[in-house]
């Protein structure tokens, strides 16, 4: 990688500039960003795993991007290509503008440094049979943040999580800590770095629900102090409408909706994101055992007199089980399971289409293309 690539422009620590999202400065950006695992039977490769296909997303400093789907649908992968754990198949990724090319050594190093990742289970992330003390000065010694007084150095990392006093925790074992505990560390080792970008992969779905809401707030109240910027995945929606400024909802490998948290929740476009919506419990809108739910979705239509018309179709058609990739649907890979599907999803791969009064809210979805009504 070109030493601009990994050069410090601006420390974390410096004030930035609050305003609209486009003043905020990018850090880390994919741009059709790919990655197929090749299957290999005898030896060779024959086939091929689909898991990512042209990505795009952007990361801003001060700000949390959510990424959100179910199981199997990509998120974690594209969390391991931005920091470099995996090599892409195709795209781009840049921080900072330079195109990052690292594999290993000192460029990886170097980039390791600016971005960082948590992973989703505590435990496994830490090493048993070291203490805390052992994790954090690793992290501190690698990146060359140790400094005179290495104490103070643990110290502060440990403060910055909120496990105080620090001296109770540094010489403790994970085993000796709770899930939540464990998770603290792990991101107090990834702040080690001083990084720029966070890419949080879960980092509270393995912990219990009443310390969820701790993490999350701490995760936030370090993205204000330090101006990060956070990747933040998840197959919760709800937690991505408390938590983050913008989501990104992804099926099957590919983004089919994107757009500020708010709008994604409470007007959601595409028939996945609805579905998800829907399959998360609400209490207050529980239906009776006899009455059958509906889907709605909102079309625009110059035709009609508001500018849309609305499809209703019974929530039991959405249905069915998300799609091999190694052998994906033709066109949108949602059709099989959409209830809305037309003859032309099934053949034509839909591009993003701007969508409804929220600026930036798009869909990948042939619902909104105008021109075909």
């Known amino acids: 990688m070109a030493d601009s690539a990994v050069t410090t422009e601006q420390s974390p620590s410096d004030p930035v500039a609050v305003g609209s999202e486009g003043d905020l400065p990018v850090v880390l950006e994919a741009a059709g960003l790919t990655k197929h695992f090749p299957v290999r039977r005898r030896g060779r490769a024959r086939r091929s795993i689909q898991a990512v296909d042209d990505v795009n997303l952007t990361l801003r400093r001060g700000r949390v991007t959510a990424l959100v789907g179910e199981s199997g649908s990509g998120k974690s992968t594209v969390a391991r ?3 470099g754990l995996h090599a892409r198949t195709g795209g781009d990724i840049r921080l900072h503008g330079d195109t990052v090319n690292v594999k290993h050594g000192k460029a990886f190093r170097a980039y390791a440094r600016r971005v960082q990742m948590i992973f989703q289970d505590p435990f496994a992330s830490l090493n048993p049979v070291h203490t805390v003390r052992y994790h954090l000065t690793r992290a501190l010694k690698i990146h060359g943040r140790a400094g005179d007084d290495l104490e103070q150095a643990l110290h502060e990392l440990l403060s910055r999580v909120q496990l105080t ?3 109770r925790y540094v010489d403790k074992f994970p085993h000796e800590l709770s899930g939540g505990q464990r998770q603290r560390v792990a991101i107090a080792r990834a702040l080690g770095a001083d990084p720029e970008a966070l890419l949080a992969d879960e980092p509270v779905s393995m912990l219990d629900v009443s310390i969820r809401l701790g993490v999350l707030n701490l ?5 204000e102090r330090m101006h990060l910027a956070i990747l933040y995945i998840t197959h919760d929606i709800a937690s991505a409408r408390y938590f983050a400024d913008e989501t990104m909802v992804m099926y099957a490998g590919r983004m089919v909706e994107g757009g500020d948290s708010e709008t994604i929740t409470q007007r959601p476009a595409h028939p996945y994101t609805r579905l998800l919506i829907d399959s998360a419990p609400d209490p207050d809108h529980l239906l009776p055992p006899t009455q ?9 239509d110059p035709a009609v007199d508001d500018g849309h018309f609305h499809v209703k179709v019974p929530r039991a058609e959405a249905g069915g089980e998300p799609p091999s990739l190694i052998d994906p649907p033709s066109g949108c890979r949602f059709h099989p399971r959409c209830p ?3 003859e032309r999803c099934e053949t034509e791969l839909p591009p993003r289409f701007d969508v409804g009064d929220a600026p930036g809210h798009w869909a990948a979805c042939w619902l909104y293309d105008g021109a075909a009504r």
């Open 292 to 300: 059958e739910g509906h889907f709605h979705v909102k079309v625009p």
């Open 340 to 342: 809305v599907a037309m």
């Open 165 to 167: 006093p620090p001296e």
């Open 219 to 223: 995760l936030r109240e370090l993205k």
């Open 81 to 83: 290509l931005l920091a």
